[in-house]
């Protein structure tokens, strides 16, 4: 069974195999075999709970490859060196709490100081993302300040942002580096048709 992800070998996109990719990420975080095993398992934990997270608070979320995340993490190490920060999305996983799939780590993921701190990581993110925004745009602030949901906040903020983008895009308005993560763009939104309802409990 092949991984999932490839490489270009003399112009041609080739799959690399489970061992390849191993082998780029243990080399990129200077890890051992048995260290890899051990990142790769508490990894994979924070991975599933951060999706079991944002599932409970209704946002369609597909169960991800925690190797191909990690081969992703690598590629960038690789790529930016000294100057590699982790995307907001890879921080939040790795903040999560690194809990097994049985009953006992479950009910851990359902404690009131555990959804707590859970809640002012995601505020805290959503406002470092889209804090330009936000501050530029009424709608965007609405949707801040009307939807307590941490998650669901987050989703329609992207959402908001996705849509002010494409329209921007149709227009020819949109220069280049102007995109944000998810699509944030700066300016009014008044004439963007947004249900904010939609995203409320």
């Known amino acids: 069974m092949g991984s999932g992800i490839y490489k270009m070998v003399k112009g041609a996109r080739v799959e690399m195999s489970s061992r390849e990719v191993k082998q780029y990420i243990m080399k990129q975080n200077g890890w051992t075999s ?3 095993v051990k990142q790769y398992d508490i990894f994979k934990n924070k991975l599933r709970a951060y999706e079991n997270y944002e599932r409970a608070h209704g946002v369609a979320q597909q169960r991800q490859s925690p190797t191909q995340l990690l081969f992703k993490e690598a590629k ?3 790529r930016e060196g000294a100057d590699y920060k982790p995307s907001i999305k890879l921080e939040r996983i790795r903040r999560f709490t690194s809990v097994s799939s049985g009953k006992a780590g ?3 993921l ?3 100081r555990y959804q ?3 809640a002012s990581l995601y505020e805290e993110a959503t406002t470092k993302q889209f804090k330009g925004l936000i501050e530029n745009n009424a709608t965007a602030r609405e949707i801040a300040n009307r939807i307590k949901d941490p998650v669901k906040r987050e989703q329609a903020l992207a959402d908001y942002a996705n849509k002010i983008h494409a329209k921007i895009d149709e227009e020819g308005k949109a220069q280049e580096n102007e995109a944000i993560p998810f699509g944030e763009t700066f300016g009014s939104g008044d004439d ?3 249900d904010i309802d939609e995203y409320l409990d």
């Open 110 to 112: 359902q404690g009131k």
């Open 34 to 36: 048995q260290q890899y």
């Open 116 to 118: 707590a701190r859970r």
């Open 192 to 194: 963007i048709d947004f």
């Open 76 to 78: 960038a190490k690789a």
């Open 106 to 108: 479950q009910k851990a």
